[in-house]
């Protein structure tokens, strides 16, 4: 169907007045590109589920393909597990209307006779998967669009073991909402003997679990005074952010009284996204004036955080993804080893596009690494096929995504937040700071530096152009990029490795996807990535060297930043 004639398809459906008027509005300017983009196609699972601006329409997140969504899934769920008492769990975040989609979610849910666990009251999506294993449960859903502007929502669906939905059964369940031929299939009447209601219980028994990963408790003991600065970002972490980092011991948390009430409008910040240095503005301001140590804001569904330290000027610097993920690692690793946890068994997990870094130090320490693609419902499949035979440390992902422990099979910034308050702690156990500490790390495993850049292409057009660029990267890679000869290209579309050296060709062990990767002879790594849930295309860059001591570390920073400054130009993205 054209635009035109799925908008004239809904309006003749059983829909409510108000989004009726907002199609005729739309039909009697035909002309505006907002019917085009609202009808064009539908909203589908990418690797963070179901996503899209608010308003009304079939690429559009409303009360309708919210509800067809559910339907689909409800559908899925019944026939994969037929005769069975089946669970979902529901949350939502801070965001306008989120828990409008949640109370719709649970309303189909419990119409198509599915028990629904529902959270009475914003919670993080970390929690979400927490319950959702806590109950037995066959799947879940939070309601959040993440990190995107606020005029966005989402739509995540969770499997039973508390991970986002993987292939074939995200597939799947969009072919069961194809199946459905119209809105009028969806059945809305809500019934509340299938609903329970969750809420602080929960808290605490998933709060009690982020308790027992701290390592060093005699060193928080010490440092309880250490100076934190938390920001929620006008999101979920308010809810269980200070209350974990005050039950580990820590006795200084101040949380940024302008950004600490749930809002989803996000009126501080242009986007709520802790990789943002504008949204960690305020709180760096507040730290300057108490000489806070450390700094952590989380996205608004508190499963991503960003942080910011004193570096070796003694200015406050946002840390990005990889370095914290690299830190985390490296503290986690090094407390194991020193407590004689490390056997052989253990392990770590991250994406191809997260920093190399994390790969030398596991390797070095005798702990296997993992790769996977992009989305931690990737990395908890690893987790998922090494249950019982292998011993989890922790994982992440450069996009400030990080997982400690197994418990949660997703992102989880209030796990993270902890663990990042008590590794500050050691470090200032230590005499140093969490800066000296990245710079220590540098010495010992090599200096990596990542950048990334994101190039925005929206509508119709805009995903013809990302399209044009992956194709035209595929039929005629470069050469060389910035002097350094390009020796190998991995393309995950294909599933395919070729060694231009030597002209080997070799199959990758990975799902496919639409990746490219090039690799040049001075080591620097080029990543191209069209996102799953936003219309971008993203370019990784990632360079090293050595350095040999920490007095040398500016320099060595100004050679690297050089390089990949050197390396954009030339592939004409500046």
Same mark, same amino acid.
């Given at each position: ?5 799925? &908008? ?82 529901? &949350? ?102 299938? %609903? ?41 972490? =308010? ?37 943002? &240095? ?16 450390? %700094? ?82 990737? =990395? ?98 470069? &050469? ?83 390089? %990949?400054?050197?390396? %954009? ?6």
């Amino acid at each position: 169907m054209t635009p035109e004639e799925k &908008a004239r398809h809904w309006l003749n459906s059983n829909i409510d007045q108000e989004a009726k008027d907002e199609i005729r509005r739309m039909l009697d300017h035909p002309d505006n590109p907002e019917l085009e983009e609202s009808f064009y196609k539908d909203l589908e699972f990418g690797t963070g589920g179901l996503r899209g601006i608010m308003g009304i329409g079939s690429n559009r997140m409303n009360k309708y393909t919210v509800g067809m969504a559910t339907q689909g899934l409800a559908n899925y769920l019944r026939s994969t597990f037929p005769g069975q008492d089946i669970r979902v769990a529901i &949350a939502y975040d801070s965001r306008n209307n989120s828990a409008y989609f949640a109370d719709i979610t649970a309303s189909v849910f419990s119409a198509n006779d599915i028990r629904v666990y529902f959270f009475t009251e914003l919670r993080p999506t970390p929690e979400l998967s927490f319950a959702l294993r806590y109950f037995k449960c066959k799947s879940g859903v939070v309601i959040t669009a993440s990190h995107n502007p606020k005029e966005y929502n989402g739509y995540k669906a969770y499997w039973d073991d508390g991970a986002q939905v993987t292939p074939p059964h995200d597939v799947n369940i969009m072919e069961e909402v194809k199946k459905i031929s119209g809105i009028d299939e969806i059945n809305f009447e809500k019934n509340e003997a299938y %609903i329970q209601y969750i809420g602080v219980e929960i808290d605490d028994l998933y709060l009690a679990e982020v308790k027992k990963l701290s390592l060093n408790p005699d060193v928080i003991e010490r440092q309880k005074n250490l100076k934190i600065l938390f920001s929620p970002i006008h999101g979920t972490g =308010i809810t269980l952010i200070p209350r974990i980092l005050k039950e580990l011991g820590f006795n200084n948390v101040q949380v940024i009284k302008e950004q600490s009430k749930p809002d989803g409008n996000f009126p501080t910040v242009t986007y709520p996204n802790p990789e943002e &240095a504008e949204a960690l503005s305020l709180a760096i301001t507040k730290a300057q004036e108490l000489d806070a140590n450390l %700094i952590m804001a989380t996205d608004p569904d508190a499963d991503r955080v960003g942080i910011a330290v004193k570096n070796n000027h003694g200015d406050f610097q946002l840390l990005n993804g990889n370095q914290t993920a690299s830190l985390l690692i490296h503290y986690l690793i090094s407390q194991w080893k020193a407590k004689g946890k490390i056997d052989g068994r253990q392990y770590i997990v991250k994406t191809i596009v997260t920093s190399d870094l994390m790969d030398a130090i596991a390797e070095e320490n005798g702990v296997e690494c993992f790769n996977t693609l992009t989305g931690f419902k990737f =990395i908890a499949i690893i987790l998922r096929e090494l249950e019982g035979e292998k011993e989890f440390i922790g994982g992440g992902e450069e996009s400030y995504g990080f997982m400690i422990s197994d418990f949660v099979r997703d992102k989880d910034a209030v796990s993270a937040c902890a663990m990042i308050a008590e590794m500050t702690a050691y470090a200032q156990d230590q005499g140093k700071s969490l800066f000296d500490m990245l710079i220590d790390m540098y010495v010992t495993y090599g200096f990596y530096l990542e950048r990334l850049i994101s190039v925005t292409k929206k509508g119709i057009s805009g995903e013809e152009e990302i399209s044009r660029m992956m194709k035209s990267l595929r039929e005629n890679p470069p &050469a060389e990029i910035n002097g350094s000869k390009l020796v190998a290209v991995r393309d995950y579309a294909s599933s395919e490795e070729k060694e231009l050296v030597s002209g080997n060709v070799k199959k990758l062990d990975f799902p496919t996807a639409n990746v490219l990767q090039f690799f040049t002879a001075d080591g620097s790594k080029i990543s191209a990535r069209p996102s799953g849930t936003e219309p971008k295309i993203k370019f990784y860059f990632s360079v090293n060297d050595t350095l040999s001591s920490p007095d040398k570390f500016d320099k060595m920073q100004a050679i690297l930043n050089s390089r %990949i400054d050197s390396i %954009i130009r030339d592939m004409g993205l500046n």
